[in-house]
């Protein structure tokens, strides 16, 4: 349990287990003896929830621990925490989930679109480049035969040579064009064509952690969440909701562009800004400037029939930097989830700062 100092551990005696449970008065108990053991040694092994989850429900058992109360109701309360806890944990997983496969989905129907549209080019190419050698070969043997002096046929020969090697330089380099437009394709999100998708800010986050390793350099993340989306989607159709996305997109876009920082959408609803060189109280003020515009932004709903609409819609943003026990991406990532969910039950459109 949180309590490590009094809780028994899965590497402990058997003897310093039993002192635990004569501590508490447990002997004997055993739907409180499960209770503890199961919160105590399993657990932790079951990767649900955050440390910081789990030491919340460590201390909470350990509370109901010394006031003695063994009842069946005071049981019935923790197994009913647990219980809710474990729903909550499971439901996010699985959200997380769904948003990943469905990005993973649309990612997937990129590529092979951006294969579909290739194929053909690389086909001609290859015809194109076949066509010229046969073009090459037709015209030395037709220099050969036609007696030319040893000057004029080696000036024959490199002029048709050239400009075959013209031709492929010329296709390569169109081929080249193409390949590389593709694979910047292939690492933005299909919807919002102006930020990276969660593929390639994965990548992104997990090299730029790894170079900040050992040094001074503040590194801070922004996660952004659309208030009420569904609201939106309910109210004007997912048409507009989508439009709503890429409004925001935009805006992100053209703030994080500013100060070299990488923005990307992270799934559903949620974007997020990687912002290279910035502390929380730094980021926290990029932050802010993005809840204005986007709070400010006047968005212009034009139904099929009749006269439209103006809309408003607002943001929470969770801000947290590596520092402290936040050292790699994950720890990262969800701190700065943590805190933008504290944005969202603090009454939303705010911006909230990770603190340990």
Do not use: C
Request: aromatic share 6%; glycine share 6%.
């Amino acid at each position: 349990m949180a309590a490590q100092r009094d809780a028994p551990g899965e590497n402990r005696g058997a003897d310093e287990v039993f002192a635990f449970f004569e501590r508490y008065g447990l002997e004997g108990n055993a739907p409180w003896i499960a209770v503890v053991l199961f919160i105590r040694d399993l657990l932790p092994r079951l990767g649900l929830l955050s440390v910081e989850e789990m030491a919340r429900i460590q201390n909470q058992v350990l509370g109901a621990l010394e006031t003695r109360d063994f009842s069946d109701n005071a049981l019935s309360s923790v197994v009913k925490g647990l219980a809710e806890r474990f729903r909550e944990a499971l439901a996010t997983r699985l959200a997380e989930v769904e948003s990943k496969l469905e990005l993973e989905r649309d990612f997937a129907v990129s590529l092979l679109s951006a294969i579909e549209e290739i194929a053909p080019e690389l086909r001609s190419v290859a015809e194109k480049h076949e066509a010229s050698l046969v073009g090459l070969d037709a015209g030395a043997r037709a220099a050969v035969l036609a007696g030319l002096d040893k000057q004029s046929l080696t000036e024959r020969l490199k002029g048709l040579i050239g400009a075959a090697l013209e031709s492929a330089k010329e296709e390569s380099f169109k081929l080249e064009k193409k390949v590389r437009s593709l694979e910047q394709r292939a690492r933005t999100d299909p919807l919002l064509t102006s930020l990276h998708n969660r593929r390639s800010f994965d990548e992104h986050i997990t090299e730029t952690v790894t170079r900040h390793a050992g040094t001074a350099t503040p590194l801070a993340l922004l996660m952004i969440d659309v208030d009420h989306f569904k609201a939106i989607n309910d109210t004007h159709g997912h048409l507009v909701g989508d439009d709503v996305l890429k409004v925001l997109a935009k805006i992100v876009h053209d703030q994080a562009k500013d100060s070299g920082a990488f923005a990307a959408r992270y799934g559903g609803e949620e974007l997020v800004v990687l912002i290279p060189g910035a502390n929380t109280a730094a980021a926290a003020g990029a932050a802010e400037a993005l809840r204005q515009a986007v709070a400010n932004y006047e968005f212009l709903v034009r139904p099929n029939e009749g006269s439209s609409r103006l809309i408003r819609f607002t943001v929470s943003i969770g801000v947290a930097d590596l520092a402290g026990n936040r050292q790699t991406a994950a720890d990262l990532t969800r701190a700065a989830d943590k805190a933008m969910y504290l944005a969202k039950k603090a009454g939303r459109n705010r911006v909230v700062r990770y603190k340990d």
